[in-house]
């Protein structure tokens, strides 16, 4: 095998969407509305196979329960890991924006090896020696087509750590995926597509 192709996986809506609460280890399944976005995409796969050799999924619900769907309908193995679980922003999980921002108000500086509030949460050196370890796993894994469902902060993490680009953002709206190419041969990561819905 000359490459690793890489799909990263956006989970459906969740009922933290909804609530309109910070998410990050708030562990909230998904709504109908999710679900159905992620049968949705279930079926375009179905319909147009992309190959996948196995999938790995975040272990929180929302990402657990898209994964659970779409490999269901595509009959490939799944394997869940908390590595790729969502950024841990602590005590701020659950809570309603407005209630975070008057309890931990957001310093004019915080350093890469600070946790993420006083009360604990991951520094984003954590997060970013965690994408290491993912992608580390999902590199020796022997396969060539993968399947990576998560949650849009860590999964900028993982496209920013193959990408070497510190400030980079890229959109991920609900069940959307983008496409990556890796060489075997060199450092060269390809990315062929980024925020891709053609299921909705």
Do not use: C, K
């Not at 950024?87 to 921002?101: F, H, I, K, Y």
């Not at 946790?115 to 604990?120: A, H, L, N, Q, R």
């Not at 959307?176 to 060489?183: D, H, K």
């Amino acid at each position: 095998m000359s490459h690793l192709y890489l799909t990263l996986l956006r989970h459906g809506r969740s009922r933290a969407d909804d609530e309109d609460v910070h998410e990050g280890r708030y562990d909230s399944p998904l709504t109908a509305v999710g679900r159905a976005q992620a049968e949705a995409l279930s079926a375009y796969w179905q319909a147009y196979p992309p190959g996948f050799d196995r999938a790995y999924t975040s272990t929180l619900l929302r990402a657990r329960e898209t994964a659970q769907i779409v490999t269901d309908g595509l009959h490939v193995p799944l394997t869940p890991t908390p590595l790729l679980m969502e950024w841990d922003n602590g005590p701020l999980a659950g809570l309603s924006r407005e209630a975070a921002l008057a309890r931990y108000p957001i310093p004019n500086f915080r350093h890469d090896l600070d946790v993420f509030t006083s009360e604990g949460g991951e520094s984003q050196a954590a997060i970013r020696a965690r994408a290491l370890l993912a992608l580390e796993l999902l590199w020796q894994g022997g396969e060539e087509r993968l399947l990576v469902v998560s949650h849009g902060g860590f999964l900028n993490t993982l496209l920013r750590e193959l990408l070497g680009s510190e400030r980079a953002w890229f959109a991920f709206s609900d069940t959307s995926f983008t496409a990556v190419r890796l060489s075997r041969g060199s450092h060269t990561a390809l990315v062929t597509g980024v925020n891709l819905t053609p299921h909705l």
